[in-house]
C-alpha cells in the first residue's frame, strides 16, 4: 500500500486578503481529491524552523474563504538562510532535515518577491516546493496577476472617492499616498478608476512644476481642487525614495514612505489651494478579500494542489493572458515588475487628460524620445 499524499502549507512575508482563500483551497482539494494529509507551518519559514506545526482538516479551513490575514500566521523576518534568533545563522539544513523527518513529499509555500526566493533556495536543497503569488503590490516577476492587489485597488478607490467630496467642498489639493514598494500598480489602478487627476508612480519621476502647473490650471478652470495619487515608491527627477525605516532583519529590511508628505511640501508654496496629505498605509492589507481575490486565491490554491500531485516542484502558480499556468520559481527570485511603459491602463489614464506628472509621456509610449526618466 502506498503512503498517503502528506503536503505542508505556509504563508510568508507580509499578509494580504486572499491567504486564507488559499489555505482552504490547497487543503480542501487535497482531502477531496486525494485523500491527502495536510500540515500548516505557523509564522511562515519561522514554523519550518523553530518547528512549529498544525494539521489542518477540512473542518478547521471551512468558513475561512472571506475571512482577512492568514490563520497560520506569517512573518516577514524568517529567512532560514539568515536565521534572527541565532544571529543571522543558515540554518537551511536543519529546515530540510525537519522537511524529511515529517515525511511531507511538498511545501505550497504562499508568498511573494520574499518567500519565492527562499523557496528557490529550499527546493535547490532538496524541499519539493510549489509557490503561490501573494501581494498587494502585483509585482511578482511570471504572473500578470497576484492576489490581494484587487483588494488593495478597491479599497484605495475608495478612499479617492472619499476624498473627492472633502477635496470639492474645500477647494483643496488632495494627495493620496498607496503602498506598492518599487511598483506603481496599486497607484496607477486606484488611481485611474478613482479618477485622480495626477498619478505617480516609480516608474516616471515626476516633476513638482509640471503638478503645480496642472493645479494652477485647474484653479483658473473652476475646478477648483486636485486629486494626486502617489506611490510610496515615486520620486522627483533626481530625487530619492523615502525610507520610511530599516528592518534589519527583514529579508527585505528597507520601508518606504512619507513622499506624500514631501510632495505637500513641495507644492504648498506653488499652489493657490491648500494642499493636504493622506497616507493609506496598511488598511490596504486588510479585510475581507474582493470577490476577484477570492476566486483568484482559490483557482491559484486548486492550481497548486495539481502541480503538487502531478510532482512538477519548483514552479510558482501563475495566470497569464488569463490562463492559469506555472513559472519556474528561479524565474521569479529575486526580480520585480514594474509598471511596463506600454501598460495599458497608463495608456487609458493618459487618454483621458491624467498627468503622470511630467510634461509628456506619451512620446515614450512610442519608442520616442521623452521627458520622463524611466527606471
Ligand atoms: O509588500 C507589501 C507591503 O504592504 C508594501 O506595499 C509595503 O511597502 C510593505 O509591505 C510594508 O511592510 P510592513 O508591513 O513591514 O510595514
Redesign the pocket.
Known amino acids: 500500500m502506498s503512503h498517503p499524499l502528506r503536503v505542508g502549507v505556509l504563508t510568508g ?2 499578509d494580504c486578503p486572499g491567504l486564507n482563500a488559499v489555505i482552504r483551497a490547497v487543503t480542501k482539494s487535497l482531502i477531496l481529491k486525494h485523500n491527502a494529509q495536510v500540515v500548516g507551518f505557523e509564522d511562515g519559514f519561522l514554523g519550518l524552523v523553530e518547528r512549529r506545526i498544525r494539521p489542518l482538516s477540512y473542518k478547521d479551513v471551512s468558513g475561512i474563504l472571506t475571512l482577512g490575514g492568514t490563520i497560520l500566521g506569517t512573518s ?1 523576518k524568517a529567512n532560514p538562510f539568515k536565521y534572527h534568533e541565532r544571529g543571522g545563522a543558515d540554518v537551511s539544513p536543519q529546515v530540510v532535515k525537519y522537511y524529511k523527518e515529517l515525511g511531507l513529499s511538498a511545501i505550497v509555500t504562499i508568498g ?1 518577491d520574499g518567500t519565492m526566493s527562499i523557496s528557490h533556495r529550499l527546493q535547490e536543497m532538496g524541499i519539493n516546493i510549489v509557490g503561490v503569488p501573494k ?3 502585483n509585482d511578482l516577476m511570471g504572473t500578470d496577476r497576484t492576489f490581494g492587489f484587487d483588494t488593495a485597488v478597491t479599497i484605495a478607490t475608495e478612499a479617492i472617492d472619499r476624498l473627492h467630496t472633502t477635496a470639492q467642498s474645500h477647494n483643496r489639493v488632495m494627495i493620496i499616498e498607496t ?3 518599487y511598483a506603481g500598480w496599486i497607484a496607477l489602478y486606484a488611481g485611474a478608476a478613482g479618477g485622480a487627476d495626477v498619478i505617480l508612480i516609480p516608474e516616471v519621476e515626476y516633476d513638482v512644476n509640471e503638478i503645480a502647473k496642472i493645479c494652477r490650471g485647474r484653479e483658473l478652470g473652476g475646478q477648483n481642487f486636485t486629486i494626486i495619487a502617489i506611490a ?1 515608491g515615486a520620486k522627483p527627477s533626481g530625487g530619492s525614495m523615502e525610507v520610511k525605516r530599516v ?1 534589519e532583519d ?1 529579508p527585505d529590511p528597507v ?2 514612505g512619507g513622499i506624500g508628505y514631501v510632495l505637500g511640501d513641495q507644492l504648498r508654496s506653488l499652489v493657490r489651494s491648500e494642499v493636504r496629505t493622506s497616507v493609506l498605509g ?1 488598511i ?2 486588510g479585510g475581507t478579500p474582493t470577490p476577484y481575490d477570492r476566486n483568484l486565491a482559490t483557482a491559484f490554491g486548486t492550481y497548486a494542489t495539481s502541480l503538487v500531485v502531478d510532482g512538477r516542484f519548483g514552479r510558482m502558480v501563475a495566470l497569464q493572458q488569463n490562463r492559469l499556468t506555472s513559472v519556474p520559481l528561479e524565474e521569479v527570485a529575486n526580480k520585480t515588475r514594474t509598471v511596463p511603459m506600454d501598460s495599458p491602463m497608463l495608456a487609458a489614464a493618459l487618454a483621458v487628460g491624467t498627468s503622470f506628472g511630467v510634461e509628456s509621456i506619451e512620446a515614450n509610449l512610442d519608442g520616442q524620445e521623452t521627458t520622463a526618466a524611466i527606471s
Do not use: A
Open positions: 512575508g507580509g516577514n511573494g501581494t498587494i503590490d503602498m506598492g514598494r510610496e528592518i527583514s520601508r518606504l496598511h490596504q492589507r
